[in-house]
């Protein structure tokens, strides 16, 4: 009789062993699948690179003005970007990237003042030493003029794509830089910038730039101090 | 009684599972990137009386880039300057840098964002930072309200504010 309850026992405990082993196997596979989603999180292993790089994950904004260097006099012109990588961005140099460059010449200009654009591909470096903040860095917006609803400026050959070159060098806003240009060449990561007209823009006169390898989830102090430049009407 | 207990140890082991991999992925989502991207420039010319610390009000340019991410909090900036006259006759331009840090979306196409600003006056005193900051754009123009003072909105007759 003790022998029967024994081996009536002994299955049993073993049963138990394996339901064990089977929700220890769903707990690693749920936690080993968190971890592996963890790796592919913008924040989690962006590296700060060295060079722009079409696979660098990093968010690109900003808003402010520039003055546009022209004859018979300069030409003040407002900005605002947008650049960030699509979900389930895969990292294979194509430089995929999702966002809107908007500028607004406010000055009659023959060959148009305006630029509204979707953001097609982006390429983005990190700063090595950035911010308290967080931010830092430089980054390559280009969008696609040939899309339905865009306003690009004239040309004969019409322009395909705008290329914009961002700096975030400071948290005010000094000496951050936004640089726009004009391609024949359609939009692409690796925009051969022979086809792009002169760069228009520079150092930045009110504003700022923002580069950040992830959202700062709200965090972010902003500076309390002096951000904007004192300006002559 | 043994099938009543596998079962509940089951049941168990899977609810675990769900439990552990379901934040992880929440997480994700949240870190991505945002659900809405607010971009502008633009220019507007305001409605005749519309003044602010006693400066009257012309008109006024502004640039927007921020990120709205699915939980409210936002990253990006605004900025916006406005152009006036003051009492003694002089021209004067008030310059609004803003740091955004959450925002929201509303049925109407516009976007409130809020943050922390600066406000430089452009009268020779020195720039105010740290100032509380609200962003109201939307297509028909940008209301401000900084420190809590809420500024005369500016019509947008030039350019955009895009919400998407």
């Keep these: 009789m003790r022998d029967n309850r024994i081996t009536r026992r002994v299955p049993h405990s073993r049963a138990l062993w394996s339901l064990a082993a089977v929700a220890t196997m769903c707990i690693a596979v749920a936690a080993s699948a968190g971890v592996v989603q963890g790796r592919v999180t913008p924040g989690f292993e962006a590296p700060a690179s060295s060079v722009l790089s079409p696979d660098t994950i990093g968010l690109a904004t900003g808003g402010g003005t520039v003055t546009v260097t022209a004859v018979p006099q300069n030409i003040l012109a407002s900005f605002g970007i947008n650049g960030k990588r699509p979900t389930g961005f895969v990292q294979n140099g194509t430089g995929t990237a999702l966002g809107r460059i908007n500028y607004d010449k406010h000055a009659q200009v023959a060959a148009g003042r305006h630029v509204n654009v979707p953001v097609m591909f982006m390429t983005v470096e990190l700063s090595a030493a950035p911010s308290p903040n967080g931010t830092g860095g430089k980054a390559q917006l280009v969008g696609d003029c040939t899309q339905a609803n865009v306003e690009c400026p004239n040309n004969t050959p019409a322009f395909q794509s705008v290329l914009v070159y961002v700096e975030d060098n400071s948290d005010t806003g000094a000496n951050d830089k936004f640089q726009i240009q004009f391609c024949t060449d359609p939009a692409s990561a690796s925009l051969n910038q022979a086809t792009c007209s002169l760069a228009e823009g520079g150092p930045i006169r009110t504003g700022q730039i923002q580069i950040r390898p992830s959202p700062s989830g709200g965090t972010a102090m902003a500076p309390t101090h002096v951000a904007a430049p004192r300006l002559q009407p | ?164």
């Design chain 2, 1 to 164: 009684m043994t099938k009543r207990t596998l079962s509940a140890l089951f049941a168990t082991s899977i609810l675990l599972a769900v439990a552990l991999a379901l934040p992880s992925h929440g997480n994700q989502a949240a870190a991505v990137v945002g659900n809405s991207i607010v971009t502008g420039a633009g220019a507007g010319v305001f409605p005749a009386g519309a003044s602010f610390n006693s400066i009257e009000l012309a008109g006024g340019t502004f640039g927007i880039g921020a990120q709205i991410s699915s939980t409210g909090s936002a990253d990006g900036t605004l900025e916006a300057q406005f152009t006036g006259t003051s009492l003694i006759g002089l021209s004067q331009w008030i310059t609004i840098n803003g740091w955004i840090t959450s925002g929201t979306s509303n049925p109407d196409g516009s976007v409130t964002l809020n943050g922390t600003s600066t406000l430089d006056m452009g009268d020779g005193t020195p720039p105010t930072g740290g100032l509380a900051l609200v962003v109201n754009a939307g297509p028909t123009g940008i209301t401000l309200t900084v420190g809590g003072t809420t500024l005369p909105t500016l019509p947008k007759s030039d350019g955009w504010v895009i919400n998407e």
